[in-house]
Nanobody, 123 residues
């Protein structure tokens, strides 16, 4: 399974970015997908997850109301729309494919990882 994340960059606080993850459609269309993020010295943390059909989502409390995860199984893509960005959102963002079909916030539930894309939010 290959996951290719893109869309990171530098943005001012209050701005928006849209991350995309291109997945191998045949192998991930039945899998839950998620975005995690990590900053130096800290553990990787869940940002958002979406079930295989896209009918169930879950978000970290810190991003609720600001970020939206979505997927298009016909295209093999998972997106993360990030609005009202804050400096504390600065991190490397990773997309991940789950071992199962339903959302999970546990890192152990995800078997495949993309290479990460850096998001920097300036104050």
């Amino acid at each position: 399974v290959q996951l290719q994340a893109s869309g990171g960059g530098l943005v001012q606080a209050g701005g928006s970015l849209r991350l995309s993850c291109a997945a191998s459609k045949r192998t991930t269309s039945n899998n839950a997908m998620a975005w995690f993020r990590q900053t130096p010295g800290k553990e990787r943390e869940i940002v958002a997850a979406i079930s295989w059909r896209g009918d169930s989502t879950t978000y970290a409390d810190s991003v609720k109301g600001r970020f939206t995860i979505s997927r298009d199984n016909s295209k093999g893509t998972v997106n993360l729309q990030m609005d009202s960005l804050k400096p504390e959102d600065t991190a490397v963002y990773y997309c991940a494919a789950g071992r199962g079909s339903f959302t999970s916030t546990r890192i152990e539930s995800y078997a495949y990882w993309g290479q990460g894309t850096l998001v920097t939010v300036s104050s």
